[in-house]
């Protein structure tokens, strides 16, 4: 498996999500959009991924290799997002947003396909691979959030430019994986209406997303509100992120099939606590770096056990498109809705009531999985693929 060629790949691309989420929104906000102007743009990132990855998953499957149109579609979000320098206007920023993160969301699904492939029956390793992504994600936040201190908010332009590049040189150096051999299976839509537990599964993922919302878009302003200052956000977001690498080293030891069900319930529970404690306690540093704390169990372990069962449940040609799937249901769909609906409950209500409601919707994602998502989930299917 070529370790170090994947690991440098998500360190770089992870980097770049240490930049968009912490610090793209207060871009925003020094470009002079309201709340809910903001909410709409960070929104424009979740919805091309629930287009996106499915396009170039069908293309990948089609031509029955990846790694062309992953380095494709890197290059074009670069070229895409050089539209942002000296965007100011509403409109043109919305457009090139949806340009180069259509071609950006495209990259990372492809690559996880890959990756899966090169460990095989390894499988339980993943989170070894994709540890470097936190780590990447701790460096920019970090670094860049200290910079900030001193800086005007614009720099977060040229530095994303400086990521997207770097995603683009690490692909060059990734090669293709061997495919599982296609087998005779019926269209992903067909195959999915027959196990309402896999479409149970789906919701989940998108009603937990969407309560990620309000963190994703609103965190580092709504910090700022109370006197935080960059950098001491950028370190509550990197250690986040820093949980989330020590529970992705030892992940492997929880990946077990007959405890998904399990993980995915407890998950969205220890998620809605989560909310509750950002939203309710923002005074208290104390709670906000256990909140952070929590981030991962909410992020990396709900992710892990999500990705394992997208690997083993969509199999042959089937492969690239559930994991497309999975990351426009949840990612795309649940962050597009979330953060649309964040912006307007923000500017009405205020940051406790939203964390407040979004803290309610993942615990009806929790209700979900412990009532529709059964042990027949893990077995039915497994019958399925085998």
């Known amino acids: 498996m070529p370790y170090w060629r994947l690991s440098s790949f998500y360190f770089v691309y992870f980097a770049t999500l240490g930049v968009l989420l912490p610090y793209w929104a207060p871009y925003l906000a020094s470009l002079g959009f309201s709340l809910a102007e903001i909410g709409n743009l960070m929104a424009v990132i979740m919805a091309t991924k629930m287009v996106a990855p499915n396009i170039w998953s069908w293309l990948a499957d089609r031509n029955h290799s990846s790694m062309p149109l992953v380095r494709l579609a890197a290059l074009l979000s670069v070229i895409f997002y050089l539209g942002v320098f000296g965007a100011t206007g509403f409109w043109w920023l919305a457009l090139v947003m949806v340009l180069f993160t259509f071609f950006w969301n495209a990259v990372l699904p492809q690559v996880e396909v890959t990756t899966l492939n090169h460990l095989g029956d390894d499988d339980h390793r993943y989170g070894k691979v994709r540890l470097w992504g936190s ?71 998108f009603l937990l997303q969407a309560s990620h919302a309000p ?154 999985a412990w009532s529709r998502i059964q042990a027949k989930f893990e077995t039915g299917l497994a019958k399925a693929v085998n």
Not at 331 to 347: I, N, Q, R, V, W
């Open 135 to 205: 780590l990447g994600f701790i460096f920019s936040s970090l670094v860049l959030g200290r910079a900030l201190d001193s800086n005007p908010p614009s720099l977060v332009v040229p530095v994303v430019l400086f990521c997207l590049v770097g995603i683009l040189a690490s692909t060059l150096f990734i090669p293709e994986a061997r495919r599982q051999v296609d087998i005779e299976q019926s269209g992903i839509v067909r195959y999915i209406r027959q196990y309402p537990e896999l479409i149970s599964f789906l919701l989940v993922c």
């Open 215 to 368: 963190y994703y878009t609103f965190y580092t302003l709504y910090l700022s509100d109370f006197g935080y200052s960059k950098t001491m956000i950028g370190i509550l977001w990197a250690l986040g992120v820093l949980f989330e690498v020590i529970l992705f080293l030892f992940l492997h030891r929880f990946l077990r099939r007959d405890r998904f069900r399990l993980l995915l319930i407890w998950s969205c529970i220890i998620t809605g606590l989560r909310w509750l404690i950002i939203g309710l306690f923002p005074q208290s540093l104390p709670l906000l770096v256990f909140g952070q704390a929590l981030h991962a169990i909410s992020f990396g372990l709900f992710h892990g056990v999500a990705v394992s069962m997208v690997h083993r449940y969509f199999t042959g040609r089937h492969q690239h498109r559930g994991m497309a799937l999975y990351g426009s249901v949840s990612f795309g769909a649940g962050g597009a809705a979330g953060s649309l609906a964040s912006g307007y409950l923000m500017t009405w209500f205020g940051a406790s009531v939203t964390f407040t409601v979004a803290s309610v919707t993942v615990f009806a994602a929790a209700l979900l």
